[in-house]
């Protein structure tokens, strides 16, 4: 199950889409000391509960975890896409909804990845 994130979770988890290396709680914790007063405990709490949630996984480093990112932030947006669709009672009109709300820029991109990954075909 893909669970949207909390603000801390959301920062942390960008930091470490861009990273895009391993990075340790320490490395976290300098970044985010530039924008607000943090303790070393709770990023160590909530990379770790990512961790558990299957978005990062870690090795150890000495005496610390060096983490990384399970999936790309696009992979990870796709299944809350996915899920959200799934819990729809009605996918035809939840999706006609969707593509309502897209702006022509949006439009273009899915215009663009339907030429990359067409439709499957359904047996008749």
Do not use: C
């Amino acid at each position: 199950m893909v669970r949207s994130l909390g603000d801390l979770e959301s920062t942390i988890m960008d930091l470490l889409w861009s990273s895009r290396r391993p990075t340790s709680v320490r490395d976290v914790l300098e970044v985010l000391r530039t924008e607000r007063a943090i303790a070393y405990t709770t990023v160590m709490t909530v990379m770790d509960k990512l961790h558990t949630k299957g978005l990062l996984k870690r090795k150890p480093a000495g005496k610390a975890y060096l983490y990384e990112v399970v999936a790309t932030k696009e992979a990870y947006i796709a299944g809350l896409m996915r899920e959200t669709l799934a819990g729809s009672g009605n996918h035809a009109a939840t999706l006609v909804h969707f593509l309502e709300q897209l702006s022509p820029e949006e439009a273009t991109a899915l215009e663009s990845a339907l030429q990359v990954y067409p439709p499957r075909s359904h047996p008749s």
